[in-house]
């Protein structure tokens, strides 16, 4: 018996104490023992190894230490049977989130979350690494997420982020009250003195057939000498949301409204947006009303703008209304083709005043079924191709002509507004258009040198890209917050109130459009997710699949670096071109590399595989800008998303592909 004395033991000692000899194999046996019992002994010396027994507490706080330690490695092989069990569950049977929740393994699930999102503090990112590596995975976020959606937490095909970025679908809790409250208890009208009944207009709104959100109606009034007096009737939010209110501020977060090839995610909540701010068929609206005339060449004459109530008595889709202009004469659908003979002669007046309309393919994207593994992306070109449509430019020229109205209107009443501007480009020479093909590679020539835009809050400035001396984007409330503030500052000078300064107006519109630039990029990680998902299902099913590619422009032609398009897809995208070539030549791409959860792929030229890296930081800000795909800014103003997804070449980020979310 070994007591506590402090008495230190040698090898030999303990070899006599317990087996009472010193043979080799006692001896041997001994230092075994000693080496492996970490409870009852302690080694405090190493030449010779020596040995001394543990108090009695000691001993009995090693041996808890031993049962938490086991009953812990018990918990992680528990938890790991656990996602083995979930990972071959087929859909439908695994576990949810709530039933995650509920479970014991709550906080393990809760901590790999954060670490996939890049929210944990050091407590979650130890508890999630050793989760990730119990898993057979080398810890990381993308790892997380994997086991996350394997095991039915994140369900398929998961935004990581948009989850992130907090653009989920719900609302925050006392957000989504407070709009189910306006909802169900509209309260009084603040505006109701100032408020025209322009009920007896006959106002036909025009929206694609999944459109919910519908922000804008036209009407159109005949006046006693002949002439047509226009009216632009735009959603009028501020009916509901004030400055600083919870709705406010959550829309300011927001920016805009997501539109993603799963569905938007709206900037206000949905109830509000698809509902009582929307101008909907056979329902009183309040509005914010720009009516116009225009002089015989197309200019603007006179424009006035007033708090309205309207009542929409027409819902057509683009593609109705194409057809009615087809087979109508004017005494059959006045109201159309007094708008039609309008738009036609304002965009004969702006292109005389330099505007640039750039039509280009555009490639729409939907997914089927976007949470099933098993998933269906559809991609086709638009609707009419490369041609706008006379509905498309019907509505495109009424919203540009209400937003250079309320330029003239702000500018008249020294009113601070987001004034959009866009200085002149240096256009090609002719002899440079006449070196690229006619259509699309000359317009992604001329696309090229178009200059970004800007806002300014105290004036109008110049819009190039529209060949106008002033406009103002005021005409997507419930989608975009920038036009939110212009109609905030409208509302006010309405009222007689005073409306914001200039500069704060600036600082304000400032955050609102950094903060569109990022739920921009929010949908382009979406689209390219989904691009990328396209590809790599038409790799699985033929390996051999292919495309023709029309080579619209290099971008490098030292590195070999294109923007090509494909016909078939309405798609515009950048790939590396290994041999000389020329804008116009066509040529026949497939499939390269592809990684669906990182949104990337590559093209490679079929029997032209040879190629080298390249990433994002080999071009500058200005080279990305130069070949991007961005309109000028407000040259028309699309119910989609018409902005810029990254892709990559040889496996790296790049620039951009040209892509349009299609609303479920």
């Known amino acids: 018996m070994v007591h506590e004395d402090n008495e230190v033991y040698s090898v030999t000692a303990m070899a006599e104490l317990l087996f009472g000899n010193l043979s080799a194999t006692s001896c041997y046996a001994s230092h075994r023992l000693l080496s492996q019992e970490r409870i009852f002994f302690k080694q405090v010396g190493r030449g010779p190894p020596r040995f001394q027994a543990r108090s009695e507490k000691d001993v009995h706080s090693l041996k808890a230490k031993r049962q938490a330690d086991e009953k812990a490695a018990a918990e992680v092989a528990a938890f790991v049977q656990e996602m083995k069990r979930c990972y071959r569950l087929p859909y439908g049977e695994k576990p949810g989130m709530q039933q995650w929740q509920s479970s014991p393994y709550r906080d393990r699930i809760m901590a790999m979350q954060a670490f996939a999102l890049d929210t944990t503090n050091p407590a979650e990112v130890a508890l999630a690494i050793q989760m990730i590596q119990a898993c057979s995975k080398q810890a990381s976020p993308s790892a997380a997420s994997e086991l996350l959606q394997s095991a039915g937490w994140w369900r398929p095909h998961e935004q990581i982020g948009l989850l992130k970025a907090n653009r989920a679908e719900l609302f925050p809790a006392p957000v989504q009250a407070l709009a189910d409250e306006l909802q169900t208890s509209p309260p009084p009208d603040s505006d109701a003195a100032i408020r025209q009944d322009l009920t007896h207009h006959e106002v036909v709104t025009i929206d694609d057939a999944s459109t919910r959100d519908i922000d804008d109606g036209l009407a159109v009034e005949m006046l006693p000498d002949g002439r047509h007096k226009l ?88 593609a109705e209304v194409d057809e009615l202009l087809d087979a109508t004469m004017p005494e059959q659908e006045p109201t159309l083709w007094a708008l039609h003979k309008a738009a036609e002669a304002r965009e004969r007046w702006r292109e005389e005043q330099g505007a640039l309309t750039f039509q280009m393919p555009e490639a729409k994207l939907r997914v089927q079924d976007p949470h099933r593994p098993d998933c269906t992306v ?134 609102s459009g950094g903060m569109a630039q990022e739920a921009i990029l929010l949908e382009r990680e979406v689209t390219n997710y989904w691009l990328a998902h396209f590809f790599q299902t038409e790799k699985s099913k033929r390996k051999d699949r292919s495309w023709e590619a029309l080579l619209l422009m ?26 000389p070539a020329r804008p116009g030549d066509t040529l026949q791409v497939c499939v390269g590399f592809v990684d669906v959860p990182k949104g990337v792929y590559t093209l490679n030229e079929v029997d032209h595989f040879a190629s080298t890296s390249l990433s994002s930081a080999d071009l500058d800000d200005e080279e990305v800008d130069d070949a991007s795909s961005q309109l000028p800014a407000g040259v028309q103003e699309p119910k989609l998303s018409h902005d810029r997804g990254t892709m990559a070449v040889d496996g790296e980020p790049v620039v951009e592909s040209v892509a349009t979310a299609t609303p479920q």
């Open 378 to 511: 559809h991609i086709r070109p638009a609707q009419g191709g490369a041609q706008e449509q006379p509905s498309q430019r019907l509505v495109s020229e009424m919203m540009i002509l209400a937003g250079q109205a309320i330029a003239q209107i702000g500018e008249q009443n020294s009113l601070a507004l987001p004034y959009r501007g866009q200085p002149e480009p240096v256009l090609p020479s002719e002899e440079e258009l006449q070196r690229v093909p006619a259509g699309p590679c000359r317009t992604v020539l001329v696309r090229s040198r178009m200059i970004r835009g800007s806002v300014t809050t105290n004036s109008p400035s110049a819009h190039a890209g529209l060949g106008l001396d002033g406009y103002v984007q005021f005409t997507s409330p419930i989608r975009r917050y920038g036009d939110m503030l212009a109609h905030y500052q409208l509302k006010a000078f309405l009222r007689g109130q005073t409306a914001l300064p200039a500069y704060e107006l600036s600082q304000l519109s400032d955050i």
């Open 231 to 318: 009216w632009v009737h735009i959603a009028d939010p501020t009916r509901w949301v004030h400055p600083g209110d919870p709705l406010d501020v959550e829309a300011r977060r927001r920016a805009k409204t997501l539109y993603l090839p799963t569905g938007n995610i709206p900037m206000f909540p949905r109830n509000l947006a698809d509902g009582i701010f929307s101008l909907h068929l056979d329902r009183p609206t309040a509005a914010l009303s720009v009516h116009m005339t225009l002089h015989p060449d197309g200019s603007l004459e006179e424009c006035g703008l007033v708090a309205s109530t309207v009542t929409p008595t027409r819902k057509l889709t683009y």
């Open 554 to 579: 290099w971008l490098r032609t030292e590195s070999g670096l294109a923007r090509v398009l494909l016909p078939e897809l309405g798609l515009e995208t950048v790939m590396r071109i290994n041999r």
